[in-house]
């Protein structure tokens, strides 16, 4: 296994688990509109940048 397969596994663990506690505490909603507007910004950056 690869060093890029690993981070990429240990970061999706993490992704998960950030998810769960964040559907214990009832914010997941907030979770969520955040990482869809990180991808959007993302995007936008990326296009300028180009």
Do not use: E, F
């Not at 970061?11 to 964040?22: C, E, H, K, T």
Request: no cysteine; aromatic share 2%; charged share 30%.
């Amino acid at each position: 296994m690869r060093i890029n397969n690993l981070r990429r596994i240990l970061y999706m663990i993490a992704r998960v688990l950030g998810d769960v506690n964040a559907t214990k505490k009832g914010s997941l909603g907030k979770r969520v509109a955040r990482r869809a507007a990180g991808r959007s910004t993302g995007k936008i950056l990326r296009r300028l940048l180009k």
